[in-house]
């Protein structure tokens, strides 16, 4: 094997992303955005809150390069279009055209929002801010380019998992406290689904859409893999003979009691996932859909790989093969 490109921070790098030209490095307070060549080049530095779980996440194609990661406040997330992101090489070539020499800039951002937005100790959910960045005084040689950011009041305590969309369109996130996932439009920031993992706090693992972005999973500390129907034409979405449980549109389970939503806890309002299973060996793992419809890999920590099928209708679930 040959390195072809290294880069060298102060601080741990708490996780690392790859698109085709860019590369994203996330820090305990810093997301930073490099070119991806022999020799990266800064494009983008921005400030967060607390990130010691290094979460953030990228959509899985390099044609959206939609980029989420937590932002300035406690339970805020930050997404940035990375096709926004200016390409310092076009604007140092340039330089021929009589524009002064650009060095490898590192442009530090601060959203300064253009609504407002509030965080309860019920988490309420904010719509999105679209930010401009201010541009701030840089240093001697370094070039600031502007670039515009969506901020989306997520929770009320700190981010500690986020997932987007394949096409971009979505970002799903969960808070420290681990009960709800909630799933909101990366453009308008409206929310789209509120899914209940459970009632106990737990940590969660890693949260993934499927392909088709109809279904989400979600792994945790519990031991347990949830799966939630993001599709509203979910075709098994009648009432269930059960007096605790129905279905809704999409097909997760829900209480009957739904309709006295405005007199009982949030709880009974709810969305659960139509489908669960529990881990072999109960070990920290993360999950993601394979290539088989209605399919989960999981990968363990203990170095084991796991295949379940799931029905999408009963929510059956069957280990196929561990290994």
């Not at 609504?115 to 070039?143: C, E, N």
């Not at 909101?184 to 689904?193: E, P, Q």
């Not at 007096?243 to 309709?259: E, I, V």
């Not at 399919?295 to 209708?313: E, P």
Request: net charge positive.
């Amino acid at each position: 094997s040959k390195i072809i490109a290294e880069l060298e921070f102060r601080s741990d790098v708490l996780n690392v992303q790859l698109q085709r030209d860019r590369i994203v490095v996330i820090l305990r307070n810093k997301c930073i955005i490099c070119s991806l060549e022999a020799k990266p080049r800064h494009l983008h530095a921005f400030e967060t809150a607390d990130n010691d779980r290094g979460a953030m996440a990228i959509s899985g194609t390099s044609d959206s390069g939609i980029l989420a990661f937590p932002g300035r406040q406690k339970g805020h997330i930050q997404i940035v279009d990375l096709h926004s992101c200016i390409n310092l090489a076009a604007m140092q070539d340039s330089s021929s055209l009589g524009s002064p020499q650009l060095g490898p800039a590192v442009q530090r951002t601060r959203s300064r929002s253009r609504g407002s937005f509030s965080t309860d100790s019920a988490a309420a959910i904010a719509p999105v801010s679209s930010s401009s960045l201010q541009q701030q005084q840089q240093p001697s040689g370094a070039s600031v380019h502007p670039t515009n950011i969506n901020i989306i009041a997520a929770h009320a305590t700190a981010i500690s998992a986020l997932a987007v969309s394949s096409d971009g369109t979505m970002v799903a996130s969960a808070s420290e406290k681990g009960t709800l996932i909630r799933i909101f439009d990366t453009m308008s920031g409206r929310l789209l689904h509120e899914l209940r993992r459970g009632v106990d706090r737990a940590d969660i693992h890693s949260i993934a859409f499927s392909p088709d972005n109809t279904k989400l999973c979600v792994s945790s500390d519990k031991g347990t893999v949830h799966i939630f129907n993001l599709d509203g034409k979910h075709p098994n979405n009648q009432q269930s003979s059960s007096s605790l449980s129905a279905t809704t549109a999409a097909g997760n389970r829900q209480s009957n009691l739904k309709f006295m939503k405005d007199l009982l806890p949030k709880y009974f309002s709810s969305e659960w996932s139509f489908a669960h299973f529990r881990v072999a060996n109960e070990v920290r793992c993360i999950c993601g859909f394979g290539t088989e419809r209605n399919s989960v890999i999981v990968l363990c920590a203990d170095g084991t790989a796991q295949k379940y099928s799931f029905d999408s209708y009963r929510g059956n679930c069957v280990r196929e093969w561990y290994r």
